[in-house]
């Protein structure tokens, strides 16, 4: 047999049964109620649509029965309290109110279901609003959670960047320190480069004696897509070997590391000459720098 609640009561409940957490006789009392009131209908939905804010970043987890039996115990406490306090001494009415007299017959609900009635306990509007507030706080938390999240996404990609950031000049430290060690080691070989014309262009191979060669070159021209510079080295030998080939800035400036293996002292002369894109077997194109 359903219980018959009365609309204090109701709204006191409606807050749990948003979050889920009301059971057994209660729940029923409380969905037969909200059947037959426009407005404990229409606060039920909007405390389930603002408890349903919880599902969409927090995970579901069901309600133990006994924290759902303690949370109602408390809110109709509170709601008692608070009517308590607003009653006077006579048997628990407030002033000139009539005697309440319990129906004499069972009263027949929407559904045809004899409901039994329950002795007069009405919750006050302060247990509604304690309720309500539960809720609302509970949004609330989930807002500053999705906010602290967000905060947190953007430090950690803040702290990649400054990472990534940190690395490059390291990088950049370490190949400065390189270079700086192929040019002026103690057993680094240097051979000068020169062009032709006016503006002739300028250029030096530092070698190392053993297989780290760099180039730097000034005022060599830029060139097309499809051309492109080769440097050539000629041993003792005669044997002329490719260092590879690279490309000038805008103002004609390069600096260019290659790693080929000679034996020491065997470099006799450098060159640079203008090649077809990707480079030649063997030199082929107009001599743009020269050793002496």
Request: include cysteine; proline fraction near 6%; charge should be positive.
């Amino acid at each position: 047999m359903i219980q018959s609640i009365s609309h204090d009561e109701a709204q006191a409940l409606l807050a749990i049964e948003a979050l889920g957490a009301l059971t057994g006789a209660d729940r029923d009392a409380l969905l037969a109620h909200v059947e037959v009131c426009a407005v404990c209908s229409a606060q039920l939905v909007q405390l389930r649509d603002t408890a349903a804010a919880l599902a969409e970043s927090l995970p579901a987890v069901p309600l133990n029965p006994d924290r759902s039996a303690a949370m109602r115990s408390r809110l109709l406490a509170r709601a008692a309290s608070d009517l308590t306090g607003r009653r006077g001494d006579d048997g628990g009415r407030l002033p000139n109110e009539p005697p309440v007299k319990a129906p004499t017959s069972p009263v027949k609900p929407l559904s045809g279901e004899p409901v039994r009635a329950i002795g007069r306990s009405p919750a006050s509007r302060g247990g509604w609003l304690a309720a309500a507030a539960a809720v609302l706080l509970a949004a609330g938390i989930l807002s500053v959670l999705r906010s602290t999240r967000r905060d947190a996404a953007v430090a950690r990609n803040e702290l990649t960047a400054v990472r990534a950031q940190q690395l490059r000049a390291a990088t950049e430290v370490a190949l400065r320190d390189s270079l700086i060690e192929q040019l002026t080691g103690a057993t680094v070989r240097i051979v000068d480069l020169t062009g032709s014309g006016p503006n002739a262009p300028m250029g030096w191979v530092f070698w190392d004696q053993n297989e780290k060669w760099t180039l730097l070159v000034h005022d060599l021209p830029a060139l097309a897509a499809d051309r492109t510079y080769q440097l050539w080295l000629t041993t003792g030998g005669q044997r002329t070997l490719s260092a590879g080939t690279f490309g000038t800035d805008h103002r004609g400036h390069a600096v260019f590391r290659a790693t080929l293996s000679l034996p020491r002292d065997s470099l006799v002369s450098a060159s640079v000459t203008l090649e077809p894109a990707g480079g030649a077997a063997r030199p082929s194109g107009p001599i743009a720098l020269a050793s002496k």
